[in-house]
């Protein structure tokens, strides 16, 4: 039943906005509203055919949504699902008797049947390419060398290459299996592996893996791995593997403590034992606008301690800063770089390396949802302020000419192309919005004449103009045209005592109201007079709105 749902099917007709009452309405408030709109469109009180037909039908909307609302059990599925969760073949299963809260819980275990059954469908793959591009001769070689080279063209090659790939197969619920292999080459010498992993979730504080490899480089393998919550803040992992070869066995441990020192602060502890043993420490503190690393760890070979830090920047483009140091008996690396996001689900970055004795080098990267293409450049293997400057540069001058040449105009793009879908695919359903609108301001008429008689009697609330869609003020967007639909006879009809109170809903569902401009972004703009004097306001389409305010007061000099 559940998986008939999805989100993108459940109708725009918003029960809540036609009958303007918040979501948190109580019977009363229903009840009010429900009586309000009856006295509008009861068909006995038109003569004309037509307008009685139109009011039979926008007469039967508002019992609907009424209906719908003031049963409890119908409400919570109307929440949850929406119009068409309604309609569902299934719902009669469930008892009248059961609660809000009890319909909540059915809905709860719907969703975890239909995760289960799209978990069977998913495989998770995961992917990564790297080659590697050996540039040292553009900045470190002797020109005379190249004398007799074809236009002293420097010789720039593809020195390594890496790509791994894996997906992963649920089995059940609680098993899944990881196959996974990579292949790597490096001047000409290369190999490959494939690995099988088998994953069983053994309760809700833990999980254990079986792993099988094999290689034409390192032999056979076979490793386990156990993951383990102890408290609440404290958890454990064990690894333990045989690597056979030609050589013998080759056995190695792994275990990590974490634990959780505050709400965003991890500290760990590793210890390793095996071919490069080491026991390691390192403390990340990762929070919304920054994330901070410390380790420090003794091995052999390797011993070294490292710092960076991550400045996040809270823009649309999720753009992040990071720089790093990092020494030890190898030596000492600084490296710094960003990352930006340049589409939905793409994110681009570049990190400058510049080590003893390692040199310079440059790493390119880019993540397209679960696949990440990297490209390490190395420039030169001594300190050259000329490659660190091109290094620097050369990626953020690319990066800014491709974002104004090619991403946002495909962004733009994509985006106008996505609209017009949009439009096409609703266009049949706003035709149908915008008559039931029409209809219901021919059916508002004489109540309007009625309340504004009301209300000038009392030098109370006059709706003079109001206007509802997309609205262009910046001086930029001058050549886009504005998209707006005249709503002042509505707005008139839900005045009360001098009032107008407009709930936290899409304001197209409101009578008399339709959308007309589907996928962008609309606002209310509403002239009117209280006490003889002129107000004036703009509200966003969700916003709640009442009037009549001080604040909306225009001044005699404006």
Partial sequence: MACSLDEDEISNDDYYSLLNVRREATQEELKAAYRRLCMLYHPDKHRDPELKRQAEQLFNLVHEAYEVLSDPQARAI???????????????????????????????????????????????????????????DLFDRYD??????????????????????????????????????????????????????????????????????A?????????????????????????????????????????????????NTMGYLQWRWGVQSSMNTSIVRDTKSSHFTFAVQLGIPHTFMMMSYQYKFQDEDQTKIKGSLKSGFFGTVVEYGAERKISRHSV????????????????????????????PIHLTDQLLPSAVFYATVGPLVFYLAIQRLVIRPYVRAQKEQNLEKQRQSSA???????????????????????????????MGLIILNAWYGKFVTDNSRKHERAKVIDVTVPLQCLVKDSKLILTEASKAGLPGFYDPCVGEEKSLKVLYQFRGVMHQVLSGDTEALRIPKQSHRIDADT
Wanted: net charge positive; aromatic share 6%.
């Fill in 215 to 263: 290689g034409d480089t390192h032999g056979p393998l076979f490793g386990m791995k156990i993951f383990r919550n102890l408290t609440p803040r404290c958890f454990a992992t064990a690894q333990c593997g045989l690597q056979f070869s030609s050589r013998g066995v080759r056995p190695g441990v792994t275990t990590v403590l974490a634990r959780h020192l505050d709400k």
């Fill in 428 to 458: 049949s359903d706003i035709a149908r919005k915008k008559q039931e609108a029409e209809a219901a301001v021919l059916l508002m008429q004489e109540s309007v004449r009625r309340i504004i008689e009301a209300e000038e009697s009392r």
């Fill in 78 to 136: 109307y929440d949850i699902y929406g119009k068409r969760g309604l309609d569902v073949e299934g719902w009669e299963v469930v008892e009248r008797r059961r609660s809000p809260a009890e319909i909540r819980e059915e809905y709860e275990r719907l969703q975890r049947e239909r995760e289960e059954r799209r978990l069977q469908q998913r495989t998770n793959p995961k992917g990564m390419i790297s080659v590697g591009v050996d540039a040292t």
């Fill in 348 to 375: 681009v970055g570049a990190t400058v390396s510049v080590g003893v004795p390692q040199g310079v080098s440059l790493k390119v990267k880019l993540n397209r949802a679960s696949q990440t293409y990297l490209f």
């Fill in 144 to 213: 005379e060398d190249y004398e007799d080279a074809v236009g002293g063209v420097p010789h720039i090659e593809i020195n390594k290459m890496h790509i791994s790939q894996s997906i992963e197969a649920p089995l059940t619920t609680k098993d899944t299996a990881i196959l996974s292999g990579s292949l790597s080459t490096h001047n000409g010498n290369g190999g490959g592996s494939i690995n099988l992993a088998l994953r069983r979730v053994t309760s809700a504080k833990g999980w254990g893996e079986v792993e099988l490899g």
